[in-house]
């Protein structure tokens, strides 16, 4: 890894003192609604205070909880990102960019770097305050699109195969959505541990998943996983389009499930599957580990790392304009991209 080439169409570094105007424009919106609630606004742009850094932000991506936290629903979600109104009026969580300018204490990141990872103040900007435990260097071959796109999905479908399913080399993995934003990191990375992975999609991505590595490929628009006689060691499931109990048909009798949490029913969001799991958990032989993932910075550089080596690369399937930012979550509100949706600020 390193920051000795910048990508293409990346962002100039700033000087650390010199960052221009005390204002910005980024995507905003200050009560919960479709994404036609998303505006570019100029607002204040952040400082570096203690332990953190401001980025200029050369690329974010948006992925389907920056969906949920602008709608609002499920309205569970509510309890941590606002009840009445949004807690933070920028959206976005994943970036990558050039270190504008450190705040004191921080002696990981200097000005002019090339990092990603993810704030929790927003990322739809063109700069953020983010804590720099937060972000790692970009990998040198590793475009700031490319790598803006890596946190969350990333992240999420490493803690699933590593930590949820305990992946070994040699065993065999079933990912659903293995064309969308977590399946696609999910399949490289299974095989990268070693695995023999099995990637379920629609006819139209049926080829991109095999490029992204999978061993076999399953259309699921004319063959049900759960009756087709196959079982797996592990299933990771971000789609969790299908009942647990089908699902469990598609394990082997000591295996692991392992369903992301995602929406869910408008209320309560996955809570109930999450239960629902951890209950069946207890009267079969077969696990069933629910995954909330948290992002953590070992894990960043974890990815880093397999980035770097080319065993993991994203899979952008478009980019917007940061006034195009409401289009852009329409966009992976349907449900249906294939990869990574990125908004260039």
């Known amino acids: 890894m390193g920051t000795e080439q910048r990508p293409a169409g990346a962002p100039p570094a700033p000087e650390a003192d010199d960052l221009g105007t005390d204002r910005m424009r980024a995507a905003v919106r200050h009560r919960y609604g479709p994404p036609s609630v998303v505006q570019t606004r100029e607002v204040e742009r952040p400082r570096a205070g203690r332990g953190e850094v401001v980025v200029h932000v050369g690329a974010a991506s948006v992925h389907p909880g920056d969906h949920f936290v602008t709608t609002g629903e499920p309205y569970v979600a509510r309890l941590a990102f606002g009840l009445r109104r949004p807690r933070h009026g920028i959206l976005g969580r994943d970036l990558a960019g050039i270190v504008a300018a450190v705040g004191p204490g921080v002696t990981t990141l200097r000005p002019g770097d090339e990092a ?6 927003g990322a739809l900007a063109q700069y953020a305050g983010v804590p720099a435990e937060q ?4 990998p040198t071959r590793l475009s700031v699109a490319a790598a803006a796109t890596v946190p969350t999905s990333g992240i999420a479908a490493l803690q699933g195969l590593r930590d949820s399913a ?3 080399p040699g065993q065999t993995v079933l990912v659903t959505g293995a064309s969308g934003g977590v399946g696609s990191f999910a399949v490289q990375i299974a095989k990268a541990f070693g695995a023999e992975v099995t990637g379920v999609c629609s006819t139209r991505n049926l080829e991109l998943v095999r490029a992204l590595g999978a061993d076999h490929v399953v259309d699921y628009t004319s063959t049900d996983i759960t009756r087709a006689g196959q079982r797996y060691d592990v299933i990771l499931d971000p789609v969790e389009a299908q009942p647990l109990a089908d699902l469990r048909r598609a394990l082997t009798p000591t295996g692991t499930l392992v369903p992301l949490s995602g929406r869910g029913g408008r209320w309560l969001g996955p ?12 009267v079969t032989r077969q696990r069933l580990r629910p995954l909330v993932s948290v992002a953590k910075r070992q894990d960043l550089l974890a990815l880093a790392d397999l980035l770097a080596t080319g065993q993991v690369t994203p899979l952008v399937d478009r980019t917007y304009p940061l006034d195009d930012a409401a289009e852009a979550l329409r966009y992976v509100g349907a449900g249906h991209t294939r990869g990574k949706v990125v908004v260039l600020p």
């Open 135 to 138: 972000l790692v260097a970009v």
């Open 271 to 282: 809570i109930p599957r999450i239960v629902a799991a951890r209950a069946l958990s207890v």
């Open 116 to 121: 990603f990872g993810w704030s929790t103040t």
């Open 166 to 168: 305990d992946l070994r």
